[in-house]
RNA sequence: CGGGGCGUGGCGCAGUCUGGUUAGCGCGACGGUUUUGGGAACCGUAGGUCGUUGGUUCGAAUCCAAUCGCCCCGACCA
C-alpha cells in the first residue's frame, strides 16, 4: 500500500479525551474516530489490526473443533422474555421498538438466540458434542464507557456457546475452551492469566476470566508469580483428548490468580510464597463459563440420551473481546514513541521509506523493494510521500510496524538499504538487491 | 445514576472572572521557493453561526436559564 493512496490521518497531537496509551495511540495513528460515547468507526489501518485478531480468534476456535456461524446484531425480545433475562438484565440492554411496536433488542450476547437454535434443530445425544460460535458486535450500555475501545459499548465480540450431553462432557468442552484461548491470546503476543471469576449476569458455577497484565487495566488483580513462567508454546494439542485438555487447564489453574471479585486474602498467603505474591491491574480480555442446564431447562432445549431419556443439555458460553483487545496489545506493546506491534497482528509486517522523494535512485530503489517484498507475501507500507525523512521516521514508529527499511542517498550510495526492527530497536544495513529476501527469512517467510 | 470538569477553524489551546469595534496563538491543510537521515525554513492563502435554543443589554464567546454532547472519579461490565 502506498502512503499517497491510503486514508491514514495521523495526529501530531495527543486529543484531549484519550487518557490512556492505547486510546491516545489508535487516535494518532489514525486507527478508530469517535462517533459518539463508547462507539467508534474503525479507520482503514485500525480495521486491518481488528481483522487479523478476528482470523487468529477464529482460526484457533476452528482448530478446536468449534463451527462459525453468524447471528444477528438485532433479537426479538420475546426470546428473553422466556429465559427471563429480559427483565433481569436491566438498563444495559439496548431496547429498540420497530415499526410494527414489536419489542427488539441489540444483542448484549446471545446465550438465549443459540438455544432457540439448538433446541429446533438438535434432538439426540448422537449429535452431540457441539460447540457453535460466531463474531458479531455487541451493544451494552455502559454508564460509563470509557477508555476508547477498552470499554466501548458498541464491541465486536467473538461468542461461543458448547452444548453437551453431561457435565462430564461439558466440562471437557470448558477445558477444551481453556486451551484454544491460551493457544489465542499467546499468538497475539499476550501473556494472559486465567483467574478464577464470577460468573455476573451469565449465570453459572464454574468460570474463568483472561487477563492481561497493564498498569492501566481496569481489574486489580493477585496472582502467583510463578504462573508467569508457564508457556504454552506450539505444542499440538489434542482436543478430543479429555486428559490432555484437562492437564494444560490443571497446569495453568493451579497456581492462585483471581480478581478482586474472588480473592481470598489468607488462602492467598497460605499457598503463595511471600516472594511470590504479586498485586497488579489488569485488563479482562475473555472469559469462559459453565453453566449447566440453566437455559436449557427454561427454555426446553433437551436431547434424548443413550438411555432413551429426554435430559437438558448441559451448556457453557466463552466469549473474547476482539475490538477490545485492540488496545489490549497496544497497552502491552507501546513506548513513548508510539505502537510496537507484534507481528502476528501487524497492520503492515514492513514499512518501506523513500527518505529523497526527488532523488531518481532512491525512487527506483523503492519502487524495486515494495514489488519484491509484496512479491514474496509481505504486507507493505510504502511511505512515498514528499515528507522530511525526520517526519517519515516519526509516522513509521507512531504506527509501529514490526520492521521499517529506510531507502536514502546516504546507504544508497554503498548500495546499501537500512532496516529497523521496532521492537528492539536495532539498525543493520543490507545491500538493496538481496534485502526484500534478507527480510522475508528475518520474519521466517519460506522461500517462494 | 451521584460527584467534578469541558464544549471557541481538522487537532491542541488562549480569550469568559471584570460584556465593547475586524475572535487570537501553535500545529495541521493548500500554493510557492529553498531544503532533505529522526516531526525543516521563509513567503502567501483558505478555513470559525464561539455546541444549541431562549433571555438580559445600546452591545454577548463573555452574564442568566434551559437543553444537547463529551471527558474524569465512583458503583456495574468482553
Known amino acids: 500500500m502506498r502512503m499517497t493512496r491510503y486514508f491514514l490521518p495521523l495526529l501530531k497531537e495527543v486529543p484531549s479525551d484519550a487518557q490512556i496509551a492505547s486510546h491516545q495511540l489508535m487516535m494518532r495513528a489514525g486507527m478508530i474516530r469517535q462517533a459518539a460515547a463508547g462507539i467508534y468507526s474503525w479507520l482503514p489501518l485500525g480495521l486491518r489490526v481488528m481483522q487479523k485478531i478476528e482470523r487468529i480468534v477464529v482460526e484457533e476456535q476452528t482448530r478446536a473443533g468449534h463451527l462459525p456461524m453468524l447471528m444477528p446484531t438485532l433479537q426479538p425480545?420475546?426470546?428473553?422474555?422466556?429465559?427471563?433475562?429480559?427483565?433481569?438484565?436491566?438498563?444495559?440492554?439496548?431496547?429498540?421498538?420497530?415499526?410494527?411496536?414489536?419489542?427488539l433488542l441489540y444483542g448484549p450476547t446471545n446465550e438465549e438466540m443459540i438455544t432457540?437454535?439448538?433446541?429446533?434443530?438438535?434432538?439426540?445425544?448422537?449429535?452431540?458434542?457441539?460447540?457453535?460460535?460466531?463474531?458479531?458486535?455487541?451493544?451494552?450500555?455502559?454508564?460509563?464507557?470509557?477508555?476508547?475501545?477498552?470499554?466501548?459499548?458498541?464491541?465486536?465480540?467473538?461468542?461461543?456457546?458448547?452444548?453437551d450431553v453431561d457435565q462430564d462432557e461439558a466440562i471437557h468442552a470448558y477445558n477444551r475452551h481453556m486451551v484454544s484461548y491460551l493457544r489465542t491470546y499467546e499468538r497475539l503476543g499476550l501473556q494472559a492469566i486465567p483467574m478464577r471469576a464470577d460468573t455476573g449476569p451469565i449465570g453459572g458455577n464454574h468460570s474463568h476470566e483472561f487477563l492481561v497484565l497493564a498498569s492501566t487495566g481496569e481489574s486489580r488483580v493477585h496472582y502467583d508469580a510463578a504462573i508467569l513462567d508457564l508457556k504454552l508454546k506450539d505444542a499440538a494439542i489434542d482436543y478430543d483428548s479429555h486428559d490432555r485438555c484437562?492437564?494444560?487447564?490443571?497446569?495453568?489453574?493451579?497456581?492462585?490468580?483471581?480478581?478482586?471479585?474472588?480473592?481470598?486474602?489468607?488462602?492467598?498467603?497460605?499457598?503463595?510464597?511471600a516472594g511470590r505474591r504479586v498485586e497488579s491491574r489488569a485488563i479482562e480480555v475473555g472469559q469462559i463459563f459453565y453453566f449447566?442446564?440453566?437455559?436449557?431447562?427454561?427454555?426446553?432445549?433437551?436431547?434424548?440420551?443413550?438411555?432413551?431419556?429426554?435430559?437438558?443439555?448441559?451448556?457453557?458460553?466463552?466469549?473474547i473481546g476482539v475490538s477490545r483487545l485492540v488496545g489490549a496489545i497496544i497497552e502491552a506493546h507501546h513506548d513513548d514513541r508510539g505502537i510496537r506491534w507484534p507481528l502476528s497482528v501487524a497492520p503492515f509486517q514492513v514499512g518501506l521509506v523513500n527518505l529523497a522523494h526527488n532523488d531518481t535512485g532512491c525512487r527506483t530503489t523503492c519502487e524495486q523493494l515494495y514489488r519484491e517484498l509484496a512479491g514474496l507475501g509481505l504486507e507493505v507500507l510504502y511511505d512515498d510521500r514528499d515528507e522530511?525523512?525526520?517526519?517519515?521516521?516519526?509516522?513509521?514508529?507512531?504506527?509501529?510496524?514490526p520492521w521499517m527499511v529506510a531507502v536514502g542517498p546516504r546507504s544508497l550510495a554503498g548500495g546499501e538499504v537500512e532496516f529497523t526492527e521496532r521492537a528492539s530497536g536495532i539498525r543493520s544495513s543490507h545491500p538493496h538487491e538481496t534485502a526484500a529476501r534478507h527480510l522475508a527469512d528475518r520474519i521466517g517467510l519460506p522461500p517462494v
Open 388 to 401: 522530511s525523512p525526520g517526519a517519515q521516521f516519526a509516522s513509521m514508529t507512531l504506527i509501529g510496524l
Open 292 to 319: 449447566g442446564t440453566k437455559y436449557s431447562e427454561v427454555m426446553g432445549a433437551t436431547v434424548t440420551n443413550a438411555a432413551g431419556q429426554s435430559v437438558p443439555v448441559h451448556m457453557g458460553s466463552h466469549g
Open 116 to 163: 432457540d437454535i439448538f433446541r429446533e434443530h438438535v434432538h439426540s445425544y448422537r449429535d452431540l458434542p457441539l460447540t457453535l460460535f460466531h463474531v458479531q458486535w455487541k451493544f451494552r450500555d455502559e454508564i460509563r464507557p470509557r477508555y476508547g475501545v477498552m470499554r466501548g459499548r458498541e464491541f465486536l465480540m467473538k461468542d461461543g456457546y458448547n452444548f
Open 246 to 273: 484437562a492437564a494444560v487447564v490443571a497446569e495453568w489453574t493451579t497456581p492462585y490468580a483471581r480478581t478482586e471479585e474472588t480473592h481470598d486474602a489468607t488462602v492467598f498467603a497460605d499457598r503463595v510464597p
Open 77 to 103: 425480545a420475546t426470546l428473553w422474555e422466556e429465559s427471563g433475562r429480559y427483565s433481569d438484565y436491566g438498563e444495559e440492554m439496548l431496547r429498540i421498538t420497530d415499526r410494527h411496536d414489536r419489542k
